[in-house]
């Protein structure tokens, strides 16, 4: 069988009328070019609709052809075969098996291998690389968000004191300290992967009560021993990750969607984790649990302002619920 090709020599765009013909696993070049090629050596492009199909020799130059039709027949007879992935991207049954493969491999691993994947990295991520990632987010949170406390040294003594004489619930837990910031958004308190607990004088003074103010630590300290904040950043980052991969370099919103998605049910869980620990602490310093339901109280009242402690955590009430029953 013989086709009408143009050929190019990959150096300029100068166009030769060629003919291709094959014998014994080569392909013969006649016309204003003659050459020869194996077979084998030839980069087949996949079909793009109406557009010349395209065969690449190995030093560069290449083929057009016109005639889809032909060269089809063409490739047909010389026992050439589309790699799998394109045959399947070129029929709706594969593309149909496709996405069904990537939906059962992707759903198990974003609900449970990620958050199991991100919790054993966490745990054995170096300390200097923990410290680093507190060190840079509580200088940037310092520089826009919060200021020097108010609050004065004895009392943020007394409360430190106390909460470092309390037994903890469980063993492992990593060194930590406590800080007080005054804070531009209002009641607040987060725990660091560098070890800080920052609690608001905003939070100490809406509280009013040391009970509450020792719930909220351990409920901190919780997020701090399951490393709950690092889980997060790893996490996010897998996810944004897998969506830049699969979709391309598409609008940051449209990449922040999986990402958000996931982190507001991971933080739920993180949350729901560390409530667990604050009650099992506080239980086991026979301290009452009056304390972190004035707190859950307090804050839920807040819980209109989206700047609050409150933010993407679970709903007051059902916390308050939870902790009862523990009681």
């Not at 493969?101 to 609900?111: E, I, T």
């Not at 009560?209 to 909220?216: E, L, R, S």
């Not at 339901?293 to 989206?306: A, H």
Request: overall charge positive.
């Amino acid at each position: 069988m013989i086709i009408r090709a143009n050929y190019y020599d990959g150096q300029t765009s100068r166009r030769h009328s060629v003919e291709l013909m094959h014998h014994q696993g080569v392909i013969a070049i006649t016309g204003d070019i003659r050459r020869s090629c194996r077979i084998a050596d030839l980069q087949v492009a996949e079909r793009m609709h109406s557009a010349a199909r395209k065969l690449t020799l190995p030093d560069g130059a290449f083929l057009e052809v016109a005639d889809s039709t032909a060269f089809d027949a063409f490739l047909k007879e010389i026992g050439y075969r589309d790699p799998i992935a394109i045959r399947m991207h070129q029929s709706w049954r594969g593309v149909l098996i496709a996405c069904v493969l990537l939906f059962a491999v992707l759903v198990p691993g974003y609900l449970y291998g990620l958050p199991a994947a991100s919790a054993f990295v966490a745990k054995r991520m170096p300390e200097r690389v923990q410290h680093a990632i507190g060190r840079e987010t509580l200088s940037f949170l310092d520089q826009r968000m919060l200021a020097p406390s108010e609050i004065a040294s004895e009392r943020q003594r007394a409360i430190i004191d106390r909460f470092k004489s309390l037994s903890l619930p469980k063993h492992g837990m990593p060194s930590y300290e406590i800080l007080f910031r005054k804070s531009r958004v209002g009641p607040n308190a987060f725990a660091l992967p560098s070890g800080q607990i920052i609690m608001t004088d905003e939070m100490v003074t809406m509280l009013g009560d040391d009970d509450a103010v020792m719930g909220v630590l351990a409920h901190e300290l919780g997020h701090l021993h399951e490393r709950h904040l690092l889980r997060r950043i790893i996490q996010g980052s897998v996810v944004g990750l897998v969506t830049m991969v699969l979709f391309g370099d598409v609008s940051s919103v449209v990449v922040a969607i999986p990402t958000t998605m996931l982190d507001l049910k991971y933080s739920r869980d993180a949350e729901r984790e560390a409530d667990d620990y604050a009650v099992a602490m506080m239980k086991a310093n026979g301290i009452s649990l009056s304390g972190l339901v004035l707190t859950f109280e307090k804050l839920g009242k807040k819980s209109l302002n989206l700047n609050t402690y409150l933010s993407s955590h679970p709903p007051a009430t059902e916390r308050i619920e939870r902790i009862r029953k523990a009681e």
